[in-house]
């Protein structure tokens, strides 16, 4: 019932910065990014709702930066800064404002080279 294609993953050295891009088939009314490294849960990184209320991991506070086009159903990751650490897989996720539908995307690879 959502479709959501992420774009924008790929390797960065240290300190570099990417821009992921996360377009949904209709409006949904949260739209955020969750990531996974290797051996550990997946977690919140950034959500943001459709009135533009957002929540950030504290690990990305300040470096991160996340922002959606409603008229173009996208939710955008400006990652700046960034650090060895944040190499996981990308997803993007979709959920209704009560949370009982919940859509994932197929996820972007990003790594973070030293």
């Known amino acids: 019932q959502l479709q959501l294609v992420e774009s924008g993953g790929g390797l960065v050295q240290a300190g570099g910065s990417l821009r992921l891009s996360c377009a949904a088939s209709?409006?949904?009314?949260?739209m955020g990014w969750y990531r996974q490294a290797p051996g550990k849960q997946r977690e919140l990184v950034a959500d943001?709702?459709?009135?533009?209320?957002?929540r950030y991991a504290d690990s990305v506070k300040g470096r991160f930066t996340i922002s959606r086009d409603n008229a173009k159903n996208t939710v955008f990751l400006q990652m700046n800064t960034l650090k060895s650490d944040d190499t996981a897989v990308y997803y993007c996720r979709g959920n209704s404002g009560d949370s009982r539908y919940i859509y994932w995307g197929q996820g972007t690879q990003v790594t973070v080279s030293s």
């Open positions: 943001i709702t459709i009135g533009g209320r957002t």
């Open positions: 209709r409006s949904v009314y949260t």
